[in-house]
């Protein structure tokens, strides 16, 4: 199999750098969050119920007829309009920026939800609504209304948004509704491995890249995770971690709830620093996390050092001489793997209709084998699963029309995948390499973690990174030829070559590329 996407490098050493911290920003905006008047179901048959869904806007450097940048909130609750990197492009497009909550999203004293539902006292029915259809439609729905609404921009053309579920969020509209959403980006969404049977033969994609970029951090740090983890497993086995790993050091209070919580903490935060291995502090107490585990592991001299590195980076303790508190809330949500998303609705949606397997670990890995045999368990509610649910992954992928043949004769849709994420694994179409912007088009980009090319230069300034500079250029290039600003042109320090790389997360398969210099 040929894999083709186009790879985005920076002039700059492929190995771990530590950055100096991106400013951290705090989720809020000095945009006012308004409410849309949106329908709870968009079906023709069904009733008039209504709720509101929050929104931001930013209309301050629209031209009339200029486009409207779209963003799809998803994951998390209403976030900051002026994080989203389309804040960035507005002032060059004339553009108009807008944010629409996901329904079912918010906190606890406020969030887009329907009737009948209450985030402290959740009930299966209360989610009928939640579905990909009216989801998807809430967007058509809210642009739509820009339009009416918002002088000038009867016939703007509108620029879907997406990162994470999002991006999935954006190429579905992209094909579902392509008479209204113009473009997409999408940035680092996970495209197959649907379904929680052994039959899906992208299961172990996600885990293998993740072991590839431990590898190619440090060779020695790997390998002490890797006998570490199967010592940590093996006394699982034996039921004698207390004796076995005593320096792991477990507060007295936590002996009681056992090891494998500990253990699944440990396993899923391996997985998950890589791919959220920012240069802010972000989903974990320090910048670049990635080379500050690897630091500390190789410093570490015993098993107990090297598994207290992940245990205390998930809790979000710098006290290095610390006992590992298992009733630490951080842990518990690592030990569940729920680093995505703390909305109960997510994990609706990962029954409903978005169950990514991305939990399988084959036997020649990093980590310990792990999901590799029989069905996966990817919904923890077995009451919200979907009717096809346990369907096999190409059921899925002709059911959203996201097989290799569809996206690759789908225009303008540019799909971004950062190197330090394992979504990348299972979020890369093979599509044909070609220099036509409008073509759709996947962007590999070293250096970066999940979806991180999606922040706005408020959250991670130019100069930080070469690399998102270029991405960023590359996406205003797009955007510009999409919008008919553009003349097809390759800037002239810019030259792309066809290329073949090995990538070793899949273990025969070849990798077809544009390289940009």
Known sequence: MVFKVVILLAATATAIVRHSPAPVQSNTSSIATQHFTQKVNHTIDTSSATFKQRYQLITQYFEPGGPILFVQSAETGMPAINASDFIDYAPKLGALVAMLEHRFFGDLHSGSYPPGYDPLNISSEAFNSLTLDNVLQDGVNFVNWIKKTVVGAADSKVIYGGSSYGGFLAVSARIRYPETFYGAIASSPALNSFGPLSSNRFKFDSAKWASDIYEGASKNASTKIKVSMLAFKKCLADNNCDATIPDLDVCNNSTSLGYERLYRAVLHTYLAIPKFNYPWIGKYPTADPLGDLINKTLAASTVGEVLRVPLLGASWNNNASSCIDGFNGNISKASVGNMMSNQPAFGYINCGYYPINDKSIPADNVLPEAFARGAVDICTNSAWKAVDYGRENEYFLQKYEMTNDFLDTTDKLLIIQGRYDRTAA??????????????????????????????????????????????????????????????????SSATFVSLRRQIAVFSSLLLAAILLF
Do not use: C, F
């Open 426 to 491: 299972i979020g890369s179409p093979i599509l044909t390499v070609t220099d036509m912007l409008n073509h759709s088009r996947v962007i590999l980009v070293d250096g970066i973690a999940h979806a991180e090319d999606s922040v706005s230069e408020a959250i991670e300034p130019r100069g930080l990174k070469p690399q998102m500079d270029q991405i960023r250029d590359t996406k205003l290039e797009h955007l510009k030829e999409w919008l008919g600003q553009g003349n097809q042109t390759l800037d």
